[in-house]
């Protein structure tokens, strides 16, 4: 089956440097990768995704990057703000097969 | 719409007690997923359902039974609670196998 590893595990940035977050996958027939986020106290929320069929997408501060023949994919937050602190979630899949696997996590903290 | 509800919001055991969590969404997805999540651990699948009338066990089944009797609704349970079972536990849905979940916003459950 399919195996997510997520690094880094904790990541510390202070507000307004960027922050980058990567995600190996397993499975060559995966092609489904959404990014969470999950805020204290709260389930993980969707914040973006991309399918294979594209290298890049972006929404406002928020990017990511896949790259195919190396099996990884990355989220990056550029300009970044307290409220970007949260533990961010990686997964994959192939949408009309498997089940989504998630990665371990990462604990982005933004100092002020 | 709602999107996906859990209750209740918190819940104190003792070891021996038994109790059900109910995870209803309104988005007519198939798919349906119990998670637990443990502090700085990331999410781990305990059962899931792929619609209405059935279930099937994830990484983590023992200790825990869910029926899945309506379409919109997902109920877990716990025969006979013990302290390893102290977590927050996390709903989801999707329409299909590998495409996005949405997730509730949790269920933060202490057994004494």
């Known amino acids: 089956g399919e195996n997510v590893e997520q690094h880094p595990s904790t990541l510390s940035v202070q507000e307004g440097d960027s922050a980058v977050i990567k995600c190996t996958y397993s499975?060559?027939?995966?092609?489904?990768f959404p990014w969470y986020k999950q805020e204290l106290g709260k389930g993980p929320q969707l914040i973006i995704d991309?399918?294979?069929?594209?290298g890049e997408k972006k929404d406002q501060r928020i990017a990511v990057t896949l790259n195919k023949t190396a099996k990884h994919f990355s989220l990056h937050i550029t300009e970044t703000q307290p409220e970007d602190s949260a533990v961010y979630f990686c997964a994959a899949s192939q949408q009309a097969g498997n089940m989504l696997t998630f990665g371990g996590g990462t604990r982005l903290m933004v100092k002020p | 719409n709602a999107g996906v509800t859990q209750t209740p919001k918190f819940r104190v055991l003792k070891t021996g007690q038994s109790m059900t969590l109910l995870c209803a969404q309104d988005m007519n997805h198939e798919y349906m997923y119990w998670y637990r999540q443990d502090p700085g651990m990331g999410l781990r699948l305990i059962h899931y359902?792929?619609?209405?009338?059935?279930?099937a066990k994830g990484e983590v089944p023992d200790g825990y039974n869910v029926s899945r009797l309506k379409k919109q609704n997902f109920l877990l349970g716990l025969e006979s609670a013990a302290p390893s079972q102290t977590s927050v536990y996390f709903c989801?849905?999707?329409?299909?196998?590998?495409?996005?979940?949405?997730f509730g916003p949790g269920t933060r459950l202490t057994v004494l």
């Open positions: 991309i399918r294979s069929n594209v």
């Open positions: 359902s792929v619609g209405e009338g059935t279930t």
């Open positions: 989801a849905s999707s329409f299909w196998a590998g495409d996005t979940q949405y």
């Open positions: 499975d060559s027939a995966s092609n489904y």
